[in-house]
């Protein structure tokens, strides 16, 4: 009797552990950088966070903005930066933690999403509105 719970103590979490390990892809997705820009006619103003009225606004964004992958899975980055003269991009959940991109370069960033739940990419660049962001995108890591 021992050795037969042993045996299922054992073989259980292997089983779970490589059926997990099958499970588990390779997500792969292309970025670009891009740039919202308006600008208001003469005397007309709008509202920024943080900033009060202003004349005009730009914002570097990241498309697609929101992308979804599960637990497990390997996630490929590949950023090509279109508009802005760099970005560094960190991803602090899955230590990513400055990842420099030039204009016309494109990079791969490559991690584990280990763990579920709603995280940030961000550009260390562009982190507030006097620096024309926040410049951010969200990766939602489903459980399995
Ligand atoms: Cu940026």
Not at 13 to 23: D, E, H, K, N, R
Not at 83 to 90: A, L, T, Y
Not at 112 to 132: N, Q, S, W, Y
Request: aromatic share 8%; charged share 25%; proline share 4%.
């Amino acid at each position: 009797m021992l050795v037969r719970t042993a045996l299922v103590a054992v073989t259980v979490p292997l089983i779970a552990l490589l059926v997990g390990s099958a499970w588990a892809e390779t997500k792969e997705f292309y970025l670009v950088t891009d740039e919202v820009k308006w600008q208001g006619k003469a005397g007309e103003t709008v509202v920024d966070r943080g900033r009060g009225p202003v004349p005009e606004i730009e914002r570097y964004v990241f498309i697609p903005a929101f992308l979804v992958v599960r637990k497990g899975d390997e996630v490929v980055l590949r950023v090509h930066v279109v508009k802005g003269k760099e970005h560094v991009i960190r991803i602090s959940a899955f230590g990513v933690q400055g990842v420099r991109i030039k204009r016309g370069e494109q990079q791969a960033i490559r991690f584990v999403a280990d763990k579920a739940g709603l995280f940030e990419i961000l550009c260390m660049t562009h982190r507030t509105p006097d620096h024309e962001g926040p410049m951010v995108a969200y990766l939602h890591v489903t459980e399995r």
